[in-house]
């Protein structure tokens, strides 16, 4: 009985792990490619960026605690801006309430905390099955970085518009899973499903950037022409 019940128990992880896990292939998509997305017009770098990483995550989603640290690494290394946006799926139990706290941290207290309650969640998801696993979570969350935490964290409902308003933006480009990824530039966007391959993406389209610099394009061209040999 014990070891069927074991064997349940990992199923369920298998097949939960498999719904966040973007259904394509794996690999680096060629540019402006992707899972059938229908509008891609927002795929675009904030403003001063040249590339950017663009990523809708869920906070309950295995896949998305793996890419968590790995697309903030090459965020820090290339030191090119992370554009987060919260995509919980309707499956998950407690993944809403989770992001309605990040982005109480984020409006309230910093951009960075919410940042880093976000990596705590990632961190401690497999200890976390309920709604009140991660109650117990974020009073613990609050109390050791010393934050006062309201009696009802978005009474207003500000908050959970703010996810939603995400969820929606997703819906309209088209994704169905997490971590949906992309590294973009102003003119091209490429979605990442294997993330050895973010490095190199990020090199690639730095580099199509850096030759679509005038500038730079003509040094390149310079640097590139043959020497003509006086005699």
Not at 160 to 178: C, H, K, W
Request: aromatic share 8%; with cysteine; charged share 20%.
């Amino acid at each position: 009985m014990r070891q069927t019940t074991m064997n349940r128990i990992v199923l369920a992880a298998t097949l939960l792990a498999a719904t966040c896990l973007p259904a394509a292939a794996q690999y680096s998509a060629p540019p402006n490619t992707g899972n059938s997305f229908k509008d891609t017009s927002s795929l675009k770098p904030p403003a001063g960026a040249k590339v950017a990483i663009i990523k809708f995550e869920d906070l309950e989603c295995p896949a998305c605690a793996h890419a968590y640290p790995i697309v903030h690494a090459a965020a820090d290394r290339y030191k090119i801006p992370v554009v987060r946006h919260d995509f919980p799926l309707k499956m998950h139990i407690w993944s809403m309430d989770a992001a309605i706290t990040a982005r109480y941290l984020q409006d309230k207290v910093s951009p960075a905390t919410a940042d880093e309650f976000r990596g705590a969640v990632f961190a401690a998801q497999n200890s976390i099955a309920s709604k009140d696993d991660l109650a117990a979570f974020t009073r613990r969350y609050f109390q050791s970085h010393k934050l006062n935490q309201p009696f009802v964290i978005d009474p207003a409902g500000l908050f959970a518009a703010e996810v939603n308003a995400d969820y929606t933006l997703g819906e309209r480009i088209g994704i169905s899973q997490t971590p949906t990824i992309w590294v973009v530039s102003p003119k091209t966007w490429v979605q990442v499903t294997d993330m050895s391959q973010l490095y190199a993406t990020i090199d690639n389209l730095q580099a199509e950037v850096a030759a679509s610099t005038p500038g730079k394009a003509a040094a390149n061209s310079k640097m590139r022409r043959p020497t003509t040999l006086q005699k």
